[in-house]
């Protein structure tokens, strides 16, 4: 059978390097997975918080080599992730530098040597930097639509000063509740063991065709009991999205968005 082309788009990233003797020490104290774990050509996702627990930036930490670390954001963040680590840094004997790639994703396919796994879109992916790709271009709505039904958050949208890692489902996959302290770690902590969030991250299916506004407001019973971040065409008609919604909503529940009907989508689980 003949194997299928891969499909590939230009991922937008910023990237921020940190290397030297204690470039891995360093990390594991600032961002809130375990990434002193890793070794050379493996990568995690993690994230670097305030002290009260607030995103500062999503990234994806990859060790390149023994005491040399990328870490990959969102463009906009490189600047100020740069900022914030160099801030912390005191007597961290670590070099820490904008670098520039262009990183291309490529779907449908694991990872590589070399290439750096990408969990946002629901099917195996992976990332390669400054390296050319064969395959069929992937349009941005069908990169969105791929997100939103993997429930993968993103910065700008479901990730802001506003919302915990919990919220957001971040700490499922970017954070570590065995290693070491690091900034806003007690709060991320007294959630996980002791409480739950207020509000989640939910996949909805929304009638029409007309995508609804940033944090359009869902409904039941003439009270408002969440926003959406993100919506896209459904391939079946119809509106897929991501809202927030309060956790003491039942999954079953019809909501409204204005005078359409919007109903939480089955997990693919």
């Not at 921020?16 to 809130?32: I, K």
């Not at 910065?155 to 506003?162: V, Y």
């Not at 909805?204 to 019973?221: K, N, T």
Request: glycine letters at 8%; one cysteine or more; hydrophobic letters at 45%.
């Amino acid at each position: 059978m003949e194997a299928l082309p891969l499909r590939a788009a230009v991922r937008p990233r910023g990237f921020v390097r940190v290397s030297g003797p204690d470039a891995a020490s360093y990390l594991e104290r600032m961002l809130s997975n375990d990434v002193e774990a890793l070794v050379p050509g493996e990568a995690c996702e993690a994230l670097l918080l305030t002290a009260k627990a607030r995103i500062v930036a999503p990234v994806t930490a990859w060790r390149r080599g023994v005491d040399d670390f990328l870490l990959l954001t969102e463009p906009e963040l490189a600047e100020r992730l740069l900022a914030e680590l160099r801030r912390f840094r005191f007597a961290a004997k670590a070099e820490i530098e904008i670098e520039e790639h262009v990183s291309m994703l490529v779907l449908g396919a694991s990872a590589p040597s070399g290439a750096i796994p990408n969990d946002d879109y629901g099917e195996p992916a992976y990332e390669l930097l400054d390296a050319d790709v064969a395959g069929v271009a992937v349009e941005d709505s069908t990169l969105e639509r791929l997100r939103i039904l993997a429930r993968t958050p993103r910065w700008g949208r479901e990730i802001d000063d506003r919302v915990l890692p919990a919220e957001a489902g971040l700490d499922e996959r970017a954070i570590s509740f065995t290693k070491g302290c690091y900034p806003g770690q007690e709060p991320v902590a007294r959630l996980h063991y002791r409480g739950h969030a207020n509000r989640g991250l939910r996949v909805f299916e929304i009638e029409g065709d007309q995508l609804p506004d940033y944090d359009a407001e869902l409904a039941v019973a003439g009270g408002v009991v969440g926003r959406v971040t993100s919506a896209a065409p459904d391939v079946l008609g119809g509106i897929v999205a991501l809202a927030y919604v309060r956790r003491e909503v039942p999954g079953d529940a019809e909501l409204l968005l204005g005078d359409r009907r919007a109903r939480q989508r089955p997990s693919a689980g």
